[in-house]
């Protein structure tokens, strides 16, 4: 009996097993493979926060 036919039986038999190990085994591949890919995109121009006073500003909709 080959491999395939070994688990062809046991995910028959444990289908929420076999469902577990597949849900793990994707959770395991993308970060290792995804992660690197989006890293190594080039980001956009970093945008300058502003400056402090004005977010308060438009917090609290006082102007000085």
Known sequence: MGVMDKLKIFVV???VVAASCLIA???LFLPAV???ILDSWETAEKVPPPPLNEVVTGVTGKKK
């Open 34 to 36: 995804v992660r690197p």
């Open 13 to 15: 038999k444990e289908p």
């Open 25 to 27: 085994g994707f959770g």
